[in-house]
DNA sequence: GCCCAGGAGTGTG
DNA sequence: CACACTCATGGG
């Protein structure tokens, strides 16, 4: 595959199995040299580790530009100053702030709406082959056989039946009534909105509860308040806290323990019982 | 084969 | 409010 263009980007600190292996984020591969190649937007990328940052090469007609990367990987996010915020927990400083490069990313919205419908109740491995059914059926063609995400217009072709063809399962009629109810131009005006209404707007679509509102909030619309909580942050918040219970009620835990940076909080917990509970294994590879 | 999965929707007590 | 049940299916 031939590089259409090669830059350095300055972020640090970056550990890129962790912030793209972590399953925030579906596109991506881990190569055998250790560098990432993914799909953002149009473009296909590999990322490598270099010193101060990363390399970039962008293979595509339309190549990622260094501004795009760096908004997708959230360079301006002061890690040092986020860790010192959450450090003040007890729980969090004793080693699960060890995890210094997990960034989060900023996906595109439209992506991580659709992305994190298909999520529930599926593991992580069979969540990135969904994707990819759906982006070899209907989004457009990058270079030879690797598709974008499909947009919303792509996807409005696709019929429930379709849909069940990628393997979605029940899932497909809940991707068809999104495309049916949410107009384009709702997510340009969600972006606007504070951390509360959009949650409540977003789960207003088909298949969008608590969970998947809050997923959308973070990893889609940068909302680093937003604390989404699954099987594994459940079990985490009651290992770690001894905190059980409804999703309001551990939500609120989360708001008051962690404030405007719980988003993170969430994602440096996720990561680390997600690594305890495949600890041997390479937790970027199976599950 | 068995188990579980980055849950949501619906019905019932 | 709390549970209980169903939904389709593939990866470990």
Not at 23 to 43: E, K, L, M, N
Not at 64 to 87: E, M, P, V
Request: hydrophobic share 40%; net charge neutral; proline share 3%.
């Amino acid at each position: 595959m031939r590089a259409e263009s090669r830059f350095g980007l300055r972020v640090e600190p970056i550990d890129l199995d962790a912030t793209l292996g972590c399953g925030q984020t579906f596109r991506w591969r881990r190569d055998p040299d250790g560098s990432w190649t993914g799909i953002v937007g149009r473009s296909i990328l590999r990322l490598s580790a270099s010193s101060g940052g990363l390399t970039v090469d962008s293979m595509a007609a339309s190549p990622c530009t260094k501004k795009d990367i760096s908004t997708y990987l959230r360079t301006s996010d002061d890690i040092a100053s986020i860790q010192k915020n959450l450090g003040r927990d007890d729980v969090l400083s004793r080693g699960i702030l060890q995890i210094g490069g997990l960034r989060l990313v900023k996906m595109d919205e439209w992506e991580c709406l659709i992305s994190y419908v298909l999520a529930t109740y599926a593991n992580i491995p069979r969540i990135k082959t969904m994707i990819d059914s759906v982006a070899t059926a209907f989004g457009a063609e990058i270079l030879d056989g690797v598709h974008a995400f499909p947009c919303v217009n792509d996807l409005r072709e696709a019929s429930t039946e379709d849909l069940s063809r990628c393997g979605l399962g029940y899932r497909a009629r809940y991707v068809r009534a999104i495309c049916e109810v949410l107009d384009p131009r709702d997510l340009d005006r969600m972006k606007r909105l504070g951390y509360a209404d959009l949650r409540n707007e977003l789960k207003q679509l088909p298949g969008v509860g608590d969970k998947v509102a809050d997923c959308v909030a973070l990893f889609g619309f940068g909302r680093l308040e937003a604390f989404p909580i699954d099987v594994w942050i459940k079990r985490a918040l009651s290992r770690l806290y001894g905190v059980t219970g409804s999703y309001a009620k551990l939500s609120e835990f989360a708001r008051l323990r962690f404030g405007g940076f719980a988003g993170y909080a969430q994602e440096y917990m996720f990561y680390n019982e997600r690594s305890l509970a495949t600890a041997g294994r390479c937790i970027f590879s199976e599950e």
